[in-house]
């Protein structure tokens, strides 16, 4: 007897005192997840027309398109899961890091066989995600290799498919998510969310592995160790976006952490001092691409950085987490 | 309203559980869970030893028939050694060993020739082609290494993971597949690879050069399989390192099944292994690419997983093992979560057994890889959302034993800042 009455304890405070995640959930997909991802689409798809009215890989247009775009993506690129994971759309749009040269070699690949699946964008979906999406792009755009290798007929058909590719997939998951955005809130038994804590936990999930990815891959891949920093680890390097992506990943993340601390004014102020200083340093750094981690005094800087995203780490795993009575389940940097 | 329903009816299921079942000693489940892990790799060290014994024919007496006993102890090896891998990201002692036995993906260009298709050096590594079996001698960062004899310790401390890259691979089953198999040329076609018995033949029938040095270095990695195998067997046994890290913090411990049941199907096996290779539709990027056995390490890695849950391990001479079980933590909780976990579990093994079968019975894995087979990326596919669907329900047992908070003591990069320089 004595066992129930601990039981029926143990189960009462949890639902007497469960909170309210409905008005958190909501707020995250109307301000932080739709308008992102509408942001992609549109600008998604200037970059694919434009590169129908100029594929020259030195267009000024062009690369300001690409850019917008590619700036779209890492700003949203933390929401891992639901719409973007359909059919590999994530993978598609950007596939790095890139460990073993997958995307210089499917490229070449395209281009000395010279593929037929440029002219179709069905077919063009068919092949490796590592010839498609921003980093594909990136070599045809900026790396030498790739200047003059085929022909500047193939080049250009190359390049407007992998542009509207980019489109067709940011379109996808920015239609997918409007009725996805419901799930959040609708939760159930035979619901993609059993209860609003697991939906909850995805949102949570989506901020501690884009600090990881942040932290341990876009600054820890190019720091390397310190008798060997690898700079040409460096993210999206070719177009000196490294730096770039760190800052609007942090923006991004500090927008999605400060919603999901509301109820928590502590917390929230923690993270706004963390991220304002993570923010800041990453903006007063002045290495794009991170080539200075070969040296001691450009490693330090950027080392420092990793600090302060390491700050922010620890403020969501002992404080947010536990806050919200939210564990940090799975995430696909799981593994090696 | 629909709350207060569900309120009072998860209490009306707490009560009826506690009726039902009573929760087993968290410590026995941890000796049962490291009982396993015992018999496991004490099988995966049996099953080395006869690897071993077949490779010292093939090199004494070098035929077709003495590399296919060599190749078939490989197969073999594989079956127990797979089922440990659920043991590697919850405890720390096994993750941190790993990479000496089962490291992947490999430049094989490293250790010994390869077909001009392979390239040269890389971006990321420029000792891709090193080819140390033909070279007795060469630079590695800056240093001049003698490599007139090649040992264990050659292998073990100058060669694995030279110049920091991970896949400088000169140890491990995956070493020594190559070794036995060689690269396979097939693309997407039928066949593994290749590798004449003659590339261990002495004097003027030996092909592909350097017989002698590739016999020692296939004998040396061989030995160190065997030496590492042992060491970790040991660390299980009473005593054993490895059994008494789990025992220090109980909950720490269940947790520690947990970790590794969900990061080995998410993460690792889903994702490094599964959908990366249907993604990049590569022929090559398959685990065990040169054997095409990449069919079995999957299986298998499933199949460690449910035998963990349920805590039930039968070894490779026909002993059972079993006793408390997480299964029997999680009835004790919460049956239904309990059912959902078994069913996720035999559902993942029906998908991986029919990506096994289908194999089986002459469709390659590789050739399920390649590009616009629906019928292979659906067989691949089957396998991922199996495992990624028991991941969410991993989790949710996590949750309903308060296991929630665990993972935030003890990270080295959280609590202790500084760590992250050292």
Excluded at chain 2, 40 to 57: E, F, R
Excluded at chain 2, 113 to 142: R, T, W
Excluded at chain 2, 305 to 329: C, K
């Amino acid at each position: 007897m004595r066992k129930l009455v601990l039981l029926a304890a143990l189960a009462l405070p949890l639902t007497a005192f469960a909170q309210d995640r409905e008005p958190i959930l909501l707020d995250i997909a109307q301000s932080h997840i739709l308008p992102s991802y509408a942001r992609l689409a549109d600008t998604a798809q200037v970059l694919s027309e434009t590169a129908k009215a100029d594929c020259a890989p030195n267009s000024d247009a062009l690369r300001a398109a690409y850019a917008d775009a590619f700036d779209s993506w890492i700003s949203v690129s933390h929401m891992r899961f639901g719409p973007s994971e359909v059919d590999d759309r994530a993978f598609s749009l950007a596939f790095w890091p890139d460990t073993k040269g997958f995307t210089p070699r499917a490229l070449s690949r395209l281009i000395d066989d010279n593929d037929n699946a440029v002219q179709t964008a069905a077919e063009f979906a068919e092949t490796s995600v590592a010839g498609r999406g921003f980093f594909a792009l990136e070599q045809m755009l900026y790396d030498p290799a790739f200047a003059d290798q085929g022909s500047a007929e193939y080049r250009c058909d190359l390049i407007r498919a992998i542009a509207a590719d980019i489109a067709a997939n940011a379109t996808a998951i920015d239609t997918d998510w409007q009725t996805y955005a419901q799930s959040l809130t609708r939760t159930g038994e035979n619901s993609r969310y059993r209860n609003d804590d697991e939906a909850m936990q995805e949102m949570f999930k989506a901020l501690s592995t884009g600090l990881e990815f942040t932290a341990d891959t876009r600054l820890g891949r190019p720091l390397g160790s310190f008798e060997r920093p690898r700079p040409k680890r460096a993210e999206a390097r070719r177009s000196a976006r490294s730096l770039r992506h760190v800052e609007l990943s942090l923006i991004a993340l500090q927008d999605l952490a400060l919603r999901l601390s509301a109820d928590h004014p502590d917390v929230t102020e923690d993270f706004q001092a963390a991220f304002d200083r993570a923010i800041q340093r990453a903006q007063s750094l002045g290495d794009p691409n991170f080539a200075g981690v070969s040296t001691p005094e450009g490693r330090f800087r950027v080392e420092a950085l990793q600090q302060t995203v390491s700050d922010i780490r620890r403020i969501a795993n002992t404080q947010l987490g536990p806050a919200l009575g939210i564990g940090a389940g799975f995430n696909s940097l799981d593994g090696d | 309203m629909t709350r207060f329903f569900a309120a009072t009816s998860a209490l009306t299921l707490c009560i009826a559980s506690a009726a039902v079942a009573d929760a087993p000693a968290k410590a026995d489940v941890l000796a049962n869970y490291a009982n396993i892990a015992e018999a496991k790799y004490d099988d995966s060290l049996i099953a080395a030893k006869k690897l071993q014994a077949a490779v010292n024919a093939l090199i004494e007496n070098p035929s077709d028939a003495t590399l296919n006993s060599a190749r078939a102890a490989w197969l073999a090896a594989r079956v127990p050694y797979q089922q440990t891998e659920v043991y590697r990201f919850g405890n720390a002692i096994v993750d941190d060993w790993e990479g000496k036995v089962n490291a992947w993906p490999l430049d094989e260009g490293l250790i010994d020739y390869v077909d001009a298709s392979y390239g040269g050096p890389s971006d990321e590594n420029e000792f891709a082609v090193l080819n140390v079996i033909a070279n007795p001698s060469f630079e590695l960062s800056g240093e001049a290494v003698d490599a007139s004899e090649i040992t264990p310790e050659l292998l073990a401390e100058t060669l694995h993971e030279a110049d920091g890259i991970e896949a400088n691979v000169a140890t491990g089953y995956h070493a020594i597949e190559f070794l036995l198999w060689g690269q396979d040329l097939n693309g997407h076609g039928t066949g593994a690879g290749n590798r004449p018995w003659s590339d261990y033949a002495q004097g003027d029938d030996c092909t592909g050069g350097n017989c002698d040095r590739r016999a020692q270095y296939l004998s040396a990695a061989t030995d160190l399989l065997v030496s590492d195998l042992e060491w970790m067997a040991a660390q299980w046994q009473d005593g054993g390192a490895a059994r008494a890290a789990l025992a220090e913090n109980e909950a720490a411990g269940i947790s520690a099944i947990l970790t590794g049941m969900g990061s080995l199907s998410y993460g690792e096996t889903a994702g490094e292994r599964m959908r990366l290779g249907v993604m990049l539709n590569d022929p090559e990027e398959e685990h065990s690419c040169f054997a095409d056995n990449t069919h079995n390490d999957h299986y298998y890695n499933g199949v460690g997983i449910q035998n963990v849950y349920l805590g039930t391990y039968t070894r490779i001479d026909g002993t059972p093992i079993s006793g408390a079980s997480l299964s029997d933590l999680v009835i004790a909780s919460d049956p239904a979560l309990d059912t959902e976990m078994k069913m996720k579990l035999a559902n993942t093994m029906l998908a991986l057994g029919l990506m096994k079968s289908t194999a089986e019975a002459g469709f390659a894995y590789d050739q399920m890889l390649e590009r616009g087979n629906a019928g292979g990326e659906a067989l691949i596919m089957g396998g991922v959302n199996g495992l990624v669907d028991q991941t969410k329900t991993i989790e949710r047992i996590v949750t309903a034993l308060e296991l929630d908070q665990i993972e935030f003591e003890g990270s080295d990069s959280l609590d202790n800042p500084d760590a992250v320089f050292q």
